[in-house]
């Protein structure tokens, strides 16, 4: 399994970004989350996405202020993130795991390297 995080950046408050993650060597029946991590503080889950696009989680994280999706023909899944605040600031992973029960429970076992984003106020 190989992920490939991209789309971090200096970014202002208020702004959107939008993450990507290729996905490469996942078979199917699985979950690509987001997550993130910021300096000093623990790894926050803030969305899932099951293999077929039919299903998505959202912690309370972020929601309402992203979307995750994928486009299953470029094996990519992207969270679409809107109005940023510097608390958004963190170095975002993405990562798979099948999925559990209920189905946004994963145990992610493959994680990408991560592409940071920085939200200036």
């Known amino acids: 399994v190989q992920l490939q995080a991209s789309g971090g950046g200096l970014v202002q408050a208020g702004d959107s970004l939008r993450l990507s993650c290729a996905a490469s060597?996942?078979?199917?029946?699985?979950?690509l989350g987001w997550f993130r991590r910021a300096p000093g503080k623990e790894q926050e889950y803030v969305a899932a996405?099951?293999?077929?696009?039919?299903?998505?989680y959202y912690t309370r994280i972020m929601q309402g202020r992203c979307t995750i999706s994928r486009d299953n023909a470029k094996g990519t899944v992207y969270l679409q993130m809107h109005s940023l605040t510097p608390d958004d600031t963190a170095t975002y992973y993405c990562?798979?795991?099948?999925?559990?029960?209920?189905?946004?429970?994963?145990?992610?076992?493959?994680w990408g390297q991560g592409t940071q984003v920085t939200v200036s106020s």
């Open positions: 990562a798979v795991g099948p999925t559990g029960s209920p189905w946004y429970k994963v145990t992610y076992n493959f």
């Open positions: 060597g996942t078979g199917s029946a699985y979950a």
């Open positions: 996405i099951t293999w077929n696009g039919l299903a998505t």
